[in-house]
Structure formats: structure tokens, C-alpha cells
Nanobody, 127 residues
């Protein structure tokens, strides 16, 4: 079992920055790919960024490339999402999730591949 706790959400003006953190319980954090999903009201939950077990491979949705950066610290059981140049369309609840890694390079990208989820943290970007 892995428990995930997100922090760092809030209200920010367009163009601003936020850093989300996701702390994981357990001693096997290193064996999980980690992803950040987001869900806006009335919309589906979509993958924004993901990072593989070692941090050596990442995935970014086109909408956030060049603005968001995912990183992880396996010694601290924590994954981070640095969000810069935020836009009103980035407003959503952001969820941290963990997927058992296949140790094959690229991180998991499908929602149903993620086994554990955090409670979510609200990010609101005002125009």
C-alpha cells in the first residue's frame, strides 16, 4: 500500500508560479512511476506530467510543455511539480498518483495504470 499526500495548491494570478509536492508513505517509492493528473469541473481527469521510477524519463502533455517540470527525490519519497507561467486554463484539482513501474523506461501514461491516488489539491489561476 502507498499513501499519497499532496500539498502546495492555492490561488495565483496568471503568469505566476506554484510548486506542488506529493509525499508518499512506504519503503518502495522507488519502484513506482509517478504522475500528476488534473481535473477541471465537468471534465475528465487527464495526465499532465509523469516521471519514471528513476527520474530518468518524463512525459509532458503538450499543454504544459515548457511551463511545468516534474521531479522526484526517492530519498525523501517525494515527487514535485513546478508550475510556471500559469494560465487560467490550468485551474483544476491536481492529483498525485503512483503506478507500479515496469522498469522499461517511459513512465506509465494511462489513468487505469495508476494504482494509488492522493486526495487532490486545488489550483486556481485568476486572469
Amino acid at each position: 500500500q502507498v499513501q499519497l499526500v499532496e500539498s502546495g495548491g492555492g490561488l495565483v494570478q496568471a503568469g505566476g508560479s506554484l510548486r506542488l509536492s506529493c509525499a508518499a508513505s512506504g519503503r518502495t517509492f522507488y519502484s513506482y512511476d509517478m504522475g500528476w493528473f488534473r481535473q477541471a469541473p465537468g471534465k475528465e481527469r487527464d495526465l499532465v506530467v509523469a516521471i519514471n521510477w528513476s527520474g530518468g524519463h518524463t512525459y509532458y502533455a503538450d499543454s504544459v510543455k515548457g511551463r511545468f517540470t516534474i521531479s522526484r527525490d526517492n530519498a525523501k519519497n517525494t515527487v514535485y511539480l513546478q508550475m510556471n507561467s500559469l494560465k487560467p486554463e490550468d485551474t483544476a484539482v491536481y492529483y498525485c498518483a503512483a503506478a507500479r513501474s515496469w522498469f522499461d523506461g517511459a513512465p506509465r501514461k494511462k489513468l487505469d495504470e495508476y494504482d494509488y491516488w492522493g486526495q487532490g489539491t486545488q489550483v486556481t489561476v485568476s486572469s
